[in-house]
């Protein structure tokens, strides 16, 4: 193979890894993959995952990941600037990927147990239970809950790698950009308000409810 021919295929196979995680994360999942049984703090409730994504994903996130990183070293002997620049993204992309994989980083999956409302988001965990919400505000990227007592997040990541805000003192937000298009304001406000009807959570019939609703989405 002539050098030429095989840089044009060094640059598809780059493209193609670029292209594929992208493409990936816009699949579309199956209800019964997006709602399920989860768990946040020992009790059983149910898990709302996003709905958009693909389990290769990660796998094709770590190949580009080892790639930049061997491009990196490839150039140790050439240029030290550039060798520097891909093998720091290369091993900062690893480290995304090895906080992905072992759950520290989390998808943004949304848990409502007995308790009280969870999420793991970009390495920031919060933890809201259901006596502390005192409202909920949608907006096109998040669920903003108002909370009787100030939220601190649980950081599994350095901090500067987690965009999650903190609204006021009395509200945290809960990115929904990922999350299925189901009636977060109805059932918060229904398990803020009923302390009977939080059992239902981890139950059948409620997660096959929401199953239902999104099986009704064109």
Known sequence: MSDSAGGIAVLAAIAVLLVAPI?????????????????????????????????????LAAILALGVTTLGLSYLGSSLYAAAFFTAAG????????????????????????????????????FVPWDDVRGLVTTRTDLIVETARPVV?????????????????????????????LPFHEMI??????????????????IERARGILTSIP
């Open 91 to 126: 091993l900062f992309f690893l480290y995304l990927g090895w906080a992905r994989a072992t759950g520290r980083a989390g998808d943004g999956t949304l848990t409502l147990t007995p308790d009280g409302i969870h999420q793991l988001w970009a390495g920031s965990e919060v």
């Open 153 to 181: 997040p649980v950081h599994h990541i350095p901090p500067f790698l987690s965009r999650r805000s903190i609204v006021t003192e009395g509200a945290v937000s809960l990115p929904r950009r990922n999350l299925p298009p």
């Open 23 to 59: 493409a990936l994360a816009l699949h579309r999942r199956k209800p019964e993959e997006v709602v399920r049984t989860g768990s946040a703090h020992g009790r059983p409730g149910m898990a709302i995952h996003p709905w958009r994504g693909h389990r290769f994903g990660i796998a």
């Open 189 to 206: 406000e229904r398990y803020s308000t009923s302390s009977a009807a939080r059992n239902e959570l981890a139950t059948d019939e409620t």
